[in-house]
């Protein structure tokens, strides 16, 4: 990603408690998603309603929505690791995170990582601990699974934003549910919860 986005100004709204700045889709290249500041509080809601988790130690974050989610996330974990690619976009996301957490509270440990050319397979790979909760976004989570549940803790989370179609959604449920026997809730439409047991 190149270090010079074009961002706009989300004020608070509807779907928005917490005002943001977000990738101006039109000026810049490619396809971004973001998430609505409902989908972050029934995220949190969902992991802490297990009463093993009223805070989570350790939370992974292979992308940040432009720090927007590890700020959200920051209220249920104590030390948050995130992995994005290209320093100025690192710089972004740090930025908007430190504002949420002073604005909103509380500010805990988050490092910044930046993966440079490596793929997340990689990244996942080089990962040096069990993770309580790991989110992930991007295409085609399924080639991942197995990886992602090698670095999650027995009765951990992941968060998972799926941004394939229908039939992409429809083949990680499967997989998920079938053979890994996890439990899964949908939150909206790219976005899965599912609990390792």
């Known amino acids: ?8 100004r989300q004020i608070a709204g509807q779907y928005t408690d917490r005002p943001f700045w977000t990738l101006f889709r039109t000026k810049n ?10 989908i972050y509080k029934q995220t949190i809601k969902c992991i802490i309603s297990n009463p093993k988790f009223q ?6 974050e292979i992308g940040s929505d432009l720090g927007r989610s ?32 002073e604005k909103y509270g509380p500010i805990t440990n988050v490092n910044w990582y930046d993966t440079g050319e490596l793929n997340i397979i990689e990244v996942l790979n080089r ?15 399924v080639e991942y699974v197995p990886t992602l549940l090698e670095n999650l803790k027995q009765g951990g989370f ?7 179609g229908q039939e992409t959604k429809a083949e990680l449920v499967k997989v998920l549910q079938r053979r890994y026997d996890l439990d899964i809730r949908r939150l909206d439409l790219a976005l899965f919860v ?3 047991k």
């Open 1 to 8: 990603m190149s270090k010079f986005v074009q961002l706009r």
């Open 29 to 38: 290249p490619g396809y971004s998603l973001q998430s609505t500041d409902s």
């Open 55 to 60: 805070v989570v130690d350790n939370l992974c």
């Open 70 to 101: 590890t700020a959200w996330l920051s209220s249920i974990a104590l030390n948050i690791d995130v992995y994005e690619q290209d320093t100025g976009y690192i710089d972004l996301c740090k930025l908007q995170c430190l504002r949420h957490q």
């Open 127 to 141: 990962l040096n601990r069990k993770y309580d909760c790991i989110k992930i976004t991007t295409l085609n989570v």
């Open 158 to 164: 992941l968060l998972i934003q799926e941004y394939g």
């Open 194 to 196: 599912a609990e390792h």
